[in-house]
């Protein structure tokens, strides 16, 4: 079924797959590469690698407010960056223009190289590269989830029906719901269905991910179950961008803390250098202001 990536375009100091083979190899399964018509460019970083996701000189404005001020950001295979910042300071606007939600006013963005902005570019094709996860899990409620993920399957990837099923046990397999395939959106509590939407998303082997939030709507005892499978992920070798408040996650799992106010990034590094010594008033404003809520 997919085409393996694995050795071709993974950092060579990727040692992640090696700590835990088999989660490795069923999430890797499902990182493919779709045939994709799209401008391609060298975009190599400074490690001489393409990154997964190259944002260049991203502009928004939504009539005359002005949301994204110029973003620039590279994404690494396999990297975790997390973002933070202030209610309104152009988080999610970012995630949407990433997967043309939204459409940018100027810049572009890339995908391995790849230009996914712009007139000509397949919403489709661009929508399995990049998997969302947003807030709300925007489930079916009269879809089992195996129906929910299979759908997803079928509509994207015109999979037929049995291709599609395998498809989506496997990916709720993944997720630890394989035992409630057959079971409604009304029978799952917020933290599985959230784990349902996310492997609605990874069934359709994206190379990218994005989540916007992804444990905000849950109760406390649920986030855990969450960011556990974002945990999996992460150490499968999945390429993520990631919008939460769960800073202790970001402690222990980001690569890479970015935080962005006015529709900038102001300031980033390693968690412990942003969480322990921001350089920027900004940042330490909004952290004091987290820390005491
Ligand atoms: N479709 C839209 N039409 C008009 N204004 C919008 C639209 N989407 C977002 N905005 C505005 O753009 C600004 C940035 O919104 P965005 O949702 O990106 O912020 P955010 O950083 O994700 O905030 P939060 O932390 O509250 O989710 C806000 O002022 C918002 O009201
Ligand atoms: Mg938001």
Request: aromatic content about 6%.
């Amino acid at each position: 079924m997919a085409t393996w990536r694995m050795g071709t375009s993974r950092p060579a100091d990727d040692t992640t797959s090696r700590s835990n083979p088999e989660l490795s190899h069923r999430v890797r399964s499902l990182v493919f590469l779709p045939a994709v018509s799209a401008v391609t460019r060298p975009a190599v970083s400074a490690n001489g690698l393409v990154p997964s996701l190259e944002i260049c000189g991203l502009h928004k404005s939504f009539g005359p407010l002005e949301v994204l001020k110029g973003v620039d950001l590279k994404v690494a295979h396999s990297e975790l960056v997390f973002v933070l910042g202030p209610s309104g300071s152009g988080k999610s606007t970012m995630l949407r223009c990433c997967n043309r939600l939204e459409e940018p006013d100027f810049g572009e963005i890339f995908i391995e190289g790849d230009l996914i902005t712009g007139r000509g570019v397949n919403l489709n094709a661009i929508r399995q590269r990049i998997g969302m996860v947003f807030q709300a899990f925007n489930l079916y409620p009269h879809l089992s989830a195996r129906k929910n993920v299979t759908l997803a399957l079928r509509k994207v990837r015109g999979m037929r029906w049995d291709e599609s099923n395998a498809h989506a046990m496997e990916a709720l397999d993944q997720v630890g719901l394989a035992d409630k395939a057959e079971s409604y959106p009304s029978e799952l509590s917020g933290g599985q269905q959230q784990r349902v939407a996310i492997a609605r998303a990874l069934a359709l082997e994206p190379q990218v991910m994005l989540f916007d939030e992804p444990t905000s709507a849950l109760d406390p005892e649920l986030v855990g179950d969450v960011l556990e499978v974002m945990r999996n992920m992460k150490a499968a070798g999945m390429t993520m961008l990631v919008v939460s408040h769960e800073m202790n996650f970001a402690r222990e799992a980001a690569d890479r803390v970015i935080f962005m106010d006015q529709g900038q990034i102001v300031e980033q590094g390693l968690p412990a250098e942003v969480f322990g010594f921001p350089r920027h008033e900004r940042t330490r404003a909004f952290l004091s202001r987290v820390k005491g809520m």
